[in-house]
């Protein structure tokens, strides 16, 4: 195996592992946001991703969605099964995510 492939395989792993590493120290209830978030900002959806959002953006909305302040669909139910605690590390933990 040349050294340049072994180098590409070296960081596969590393990144992959990372993303591994990234997920397992996830707080409590942010798996379950990427059932419909997308987990890369660079994805073309209506549902915005979470990932590299400031994590004020995310506390401002989760607590518009469970006061009724701001419009949804599902994202008002969701977010009255958090507590303020769990949004403020769901939040600080989605921000340096990319």
Known sequence: MNARRLFALVMVACVAATRALA???APPGAASCTGCHPAKPSVDTSVPPLAGQDADVILAAMHAYRSGQRPATVMDRIAK???DDEIKAIAAWFGPQR
Do not use: D, P, V, Y
Request: hydrophobic share 35%; charged share 15%; no cysteine.
């Open 81 to 83: 099964g958090f507590s």
């Open 23 to 25: 997920a397992e120290n």
